[in-house]
């Protein structure tokens, strides 16, 4: 995760989700083992100590895709 703070980016739960999704992939995790639904986010962010945090101001006001489209 300290990379992905290094980089200023926003870690969501649908991001968390995805890269779950991945790692199954890469592993080779069998269907009835995966992890269905999003529940299992809430448990991963408390037991890392992860937390939300609001952007306000100007930061709060930015949509990210446009912001990804202007890097590119």
């Known amino acids: 995760m300290h990379h992905i703070q ?23 995790v069998p269907d009835e083992e995966k992890l269905t639904g999003g529940s299992w986010v809430q448990k991963f962010c408390a037991a890392y100590k992860l937390c939300e945090h609001k952007h306000h101001g100007e930061a709060g006001s930015v949509d990210p895709e446009l912001v990804e489209t202007e890097h590119t």
Request: avoid cysteine; aromatic fraction near 14%; proline fraction near 4%.
């Open 6 to 28: 290094g980089k200023d980016l926003t870690v969501t739960g649908p991001l968390l989700q995805e890269k779950w999704s991945q790692f199954e992939k890469k592993f080779n």
